[in-house]
C-alpha cells in the first residue's frame, strides 16, 4: 500500500481549487492529506494548506475552521481579522450549516440521527476516571444509494456499502467518523476510526487509498453583507471514481 504522503504529494500538483472569492472571503477545495494549518506536530517539510494559499494568491489569509488532515472538501477562510472573528463566531453558534457526503461499510437506514457526546482527545487519558467533561454532539444522516457488489469480506460473499449525506451540528473533534464508527457502519478508507481489513480490502479492489469523506457544501449568511451564500463542490475525482465502481454497469 503506497504512503500516505505519495497522495499529498499528487494531489498538489495543481494549484488549490478557489472555489468562491470576494472582498472579505475566499473559500477553497483542500485536498485529503493536507493539513489546514500548522500545529505542533506538523512537519518541517510538509505542505500546509493556510501557507500555500498565501503563496498562491499574494495575500494573507486567516483561517476560520479546519479540516481533519484525511477529508477533502472546503474550507473558508477570511481577509482581515475582523472578518474572521466574526465567521468565527458564526461556527461556534452554529449559523453556519455543514454538509458532507460519505461512503461507509454497509446498508444504513434511510435516515438516522445520533445524539452521543464525546470526549476532547485532550481528556482522553483520564477517561475512566469518570470526571472527564463530555461535549454535545449531534450528527444526522441521510442515505442516498445503497451498494452491493461480489467482494468476499468478512465471511460473507459480497460487500455492501452505503452512500450518505451528513449534517453534523458542533463540530467535535472526529465528529462525524466517531459516530459513524458507533454505529457499526465507519468510513471507507478511515485509518483511525475505521475498519482496517475493510480499507485494505477496498484499496485491493479499487486502488483507493483516501478516506472517503467530502466536505461538499457550505450555507451561511455573509459576515459584512448578511445576503445568503451558498458553496458546493464535488466529491472529489478518488471518491467519484470509487462510486462509479460500486455502481452497476446497466445504471
Same mark, same amino acid.
Given at each position: 500500500?503506497?504512503?500516505?504522503?505519495?497522495?499529498?504529494?499528487?494531489?498538489?500538483?495543481?494549484?488549490?481549487?478557489?472555489? *468562491?472569492?470576494?472582498?472579505?472571503?475566499?473559500?477553497?477545495?483542500? !485536498?485529503?492529506?493536507?493539513?489546514?494549518? #500548522?500545529?505542533?506536530?506538523? @512537519?518541517?517539510?510538509?505542505?500546509?494548506?493556510?501557507?500555500?494559499?498565501?503563496?498562491?494568491?499574494?495575500?494573507?489569509?486567516?483561517?476560520?475552521?479546519?479540516?481533519? /488532515? !484525511?477529508?477533502?472538501?472546503?474550507?473558508?477562510?477570511?481577509?482581515?481579522?475582523?472578518?474572521?472573528?466574526?465567521?468565527?463566531?458564526?461556527?461556534?453558534?452554529?449559523?453556519?450549516?455543514?454538509?458532507?457526503?460519505?461512503?461507509? #461499510?454497509?446498508?444504513?437506514?434511510?435516515?438516522?440521527?445520533?445524539?452521543?457526546?464525546?470526549?476532547?482527545?485532550? *481528556?482522553?487519558?483520564?477517561?475512566?476516571? @469518570?470526571?472527564?467533561?463530555?461535549?454535545? $454532539?449531534?450528527?444526522?444522516?441521510?442515505?442516498?444509494?445503497?451498494?452491493?457488489?461480489?467482494? !468476499?469480506?468478512?465471511?460473507? $460473499?459480497?460487500? #455492501?456499502?452505503?452512500?450518505?449525506?451528513? #449534517?453534523?451540528? *458542533?463540530? /467535535?473533534?472526529?465528529?462525524?467518523? /466517531?459516530?459513524?464508527?458507533?454505529?457499526?457502519?465507519?468510513?471507507?478508507?478511515?485509518? /483511525?476510526?475505521?475498519?482496517?481489513?475493510?480499507?485494505?480490502?477496498?484499496?485491493?479492489?479499487?486502488?483507493? *487509498?483516501?478516506?472517503?469523506?467530502? $466536505?461538499?457544501?457550505?450555507?451561511?449568511?455573509?459576515?459584512?453583507?448578511?445576503?445568503?451564500?451558498?458553496?458546493?463542490?464535488?466529491? @472529489?475525482?478518488?471518491?467519484?471514481?470509487?462510486?462509479?465502481?460500486?455502481?452497476?454497469?446497466?445504471?
Amino acid at each position: 500500500m503506497k504512503d500516505s504522503s505519495d497522495f499529498v504529494v499528487e494531489s498538489l500538483r495543481q494549484p488549490i481549487q478557489i472555489v *468562491y472569492q470576494d472582498d472579505d472571503i475566499v473559500a477553497v477545495f483542500k !485536498p485529503a492529506g493536507v493539513i489546514v494549518h #500548522r500545529g505542533p506536530s506538523t @512537519g518541517k517539510e510538509e505542505p500546509v494548506l493556510l501557507q500555500i494559499l498565501r503563496d498562491q494568491l499574494e495575500q494573507f489569509l486567516y483561517p476560520v475552521h479546519r479540516l481533519d /488532515r !484525511p477529508t477533502a472538501g472546503i474550507v473558508l477562510m477570511a481577509k482581515s481579522s475582523q472578518v474572521a472573528s466574526k465567521l468565527g463566531e458564526m461556527f461556534m453558534s452554529q449559523q453556519v450549516h455543514k454538509h458532507y457526503q460519505a461512503l461507509v #461499510r454497509g446498508h444504513m437506514p434511510s435516515e438516522c440521527k445520533v445524539d452521543r457526546p464525546l470526549l476532547h482527545p485532550k *481528556y482522553f487519558e483520564e477517561r475512566f476516571s @469518570g470526571e472527564h467533561p463530555l461535549q454535545a $454532539a449531534i450528527t444526522h444522516f441521510r442515505c442516498l444509494r445503497h451498494y452491493e457488489v461480489p467482494w !468476499p469480506a468478512s465471511g460473507f $460473499a459480497t460487500s #455492501r456499502f452505503s452512500l450518505l449525506e451528513i #449534517r453534523p451540528e *458542533y463540530g /467535535r473533534w472526529h465528529q462525524i467518523r /466517531r459516530h459513524l464508527n458507533c454505529l457499526g457502519h465507519p468510513i471507507i478508507g478511515d485509518h /483511525r476510526h475505521g475498519d482496517h481489513r475493510w480499507n485494505q480490502m477496498f484499496y485491493q479492489r479499487t486502488g483507493i *487509498y483516501r478516506m472517503l469523506l467530502t $466536505a461538499m457544501r457550505l450555507d451561511f449568511r455573509h459576515p459584512t453583507t448578511q445576503e445568503p451564500v451558498s458553496i458546493l463542490v464535488g466529491r @472529489g475525482q478518488a471518491f467519484d471514481e470509487a462510486i462509479e465502481l460500486l455502481t452497476p454497469s446497466n445504471d
